[in-house]
């Protein structure tokens, strides 16, 4: 049992969601479910998230800025995830997403709020255990991939095009690379977490939208604890930096990016055999955006997952 | 490996799903419809101000769609207001697009957007 705890308990979530927004909205949500532990040889491992923001505040900078504009602005986003082990060291990972709803609502009641939904991006990603070493409770792994935007970044309200910031999809090919490292301590029930990530946007350009998102770099460690056989805590400190964006011409959006840093508590449980399920909650504990952007209140997530051995 | 190539089988067929968007844009010009003005009540306003935007246009059935390329379009019909936040300073183009059945014409304009200040 005590094996499931530590296959399922370790996983844990990169959401770069808090930095993705371009000024006014709680943005796309970018999950990454990575697993410090391989789930083992010819195993598949699906899952379903869900995933709801809030924002509802302006910053210039740290400090919140009243602006008469948008009341507040988030999603409901639900994302399917497969991964499946082709050797103990090589996984292949899918994740599709899709917008219950993304909105944004506005001070002036006279405004009609702004609300999208649909097919957001697919992740495709490969996994390469570099270090396994069960005896020592040591895992380093690597993974690379790119994000499709093959959801829906054109959509329409009574003929008018939705702000981008609603639309489900990014509009961009993403490109991102990054490290899990978990280390485990013989009979003691903790376990520490590492983690970064890189993600390079590719330019939109269209022929009415010419956009770069900026560059993000998000770091998170962490520490879990087996508080009982079948659950498991655990606690995380993640920081993300987003260089600014760029629009037609090269101009620099100065009113993009910045940096975050946020409080992500976990609990996993195990309901039954081969099932997990986890809860976590992203709570910003500091930010500096550049120049006036809307900002992240908290988010929260709810994955459950089932890992099942294809070939016995 | 049988399954291997059974999972891979289904990323791609969901790759192919996922990508197959409906066109919805095969309207082509239709010289019937003539865009008489596309006008706005201010063509510089401040971060997070609001100005009005008005086309007049003849022709038969009209319908009117409306994009910008940074910053929000609120409403809709022959006149919307346009809105943009601090990320949109600078000169954003508004697009219009009138249409029927038979094909559509299209305007832009253009309304620089400058940064926000506490007091104005």
């Keep these: 049992m005590k094996k499931y705890l530590v296959l399922t308990g370790i996983l844990f979530i990169v959401g770069l969601n808090l930095l993705k927004a371009q000024c006014c909205a709680a943005g796309n949500p970018l999950n990454m479910m990575l697993d410090a532990q391989s789930i083992g040889k010819q195993s598949l491992r699906m899952s379903l998230l869900y995933r709801y923001s809030l924002s509802d505040t302006y910053y210039q900078g740290s400090k919140p800025i009243d602006i008469n504009y948008l009341d507040k602005s988030g999603f409901n986003y639900l994302e399917f995830a497969a ?142 604890y087996t508080f009982h056989q079948k659950a498991l805590a655990i606690i995380q400190v993640r920081a993300e930096v987003r260089e600014k964006s760029k629009r037609e011409n090269n101009q620099i959006v100065d009113a993009s990016g910045g940096e975050i840093v946020l409080l992500v508590p976990q609990i996993n449980i195990i309901p039954a055999k081969n099932w997990g399920a986890s809860l976590s909650f992203s709570l910003p504990v500091y930010r500096r955006y550049h120049d006036i952007q809307f900002g992240n209140k908290y988010s929260f997530s709810l994955v459950i997952s089932r890992t099942q051995k294809l070939i016995k | 490996m049988r399954k291997t190539l059974t999972f891979i089988t289904l990323l791609g067929c969901l790759v ?75 000169l954003n183009t508004i ?15 253009q309304i620089r957007v400058t940064p926000y200040t506490i007091n104005p």
């Design chain 2, 16 to 90: 192919l799903v996922s990508c197959s968007k409906k066109d919805q844009d095969n309207l082509k010009p239709n010289p019937d419809i003539q865009i008489i003005s596309l006008q706005a009540t201010l063509k510089v306003v401040m971060a997070w101000d609001t100005t009005s935007i008005t086309v007049n246009a003849t022709g038969d059935n009209l319908s009117y769609a409306w994009e910008a390329n940074h910053g929000d379009i609120l409403g809709s019909g022959i006149s919307v207001k346009y809105a943009a936040g601090q990320c949109c300073i600078g």
């Design chain 2, 95 to 109: 697009t219009c697009r009138v249409f029927n059945e038979q094909g559509y014409a299209e305007d832009t304009i």
């Design chain 1, 83 to 224: 991964l499946y082990n082709i050797t103990e060291r090589i996984g292949i990972q899918a994740e599709i997403g899709y917008f219950l709803s993304k909105y944004e609502s506005y001070k002036n009641p006279l405004i009609k709020d702004s609300e999208g939904s649909g097919l957001a991006d697919l992740n495709l990603m490969l996994r390469y255990e570099l270090i396994q070493k069960p005896f020592e409770k040591l895992n380093l792994s690597l993974t690379g991939g790119v994000k499709l935007p093959v959801g829906v970044f054109d959509q329409e309200v009574d003929q008018v095009k939705l702000p981008i910031n609603v639309q489900p999809s990014s509009g961009s090919y993403r490109y991102h690379g990054g490290f899990t490292v978990a280390k485990g301590f013989r009979y003691a029930p903790w376990q520490i977490l590492g983690a970064t990530m890189v993600e390079y946007s590719q330019r939109i350009s269209s022929r009415f939208f010419d956009y770069q998102y900026g560059t993000v770099y998000a770091f998170q460690a962490g520490t879990s």
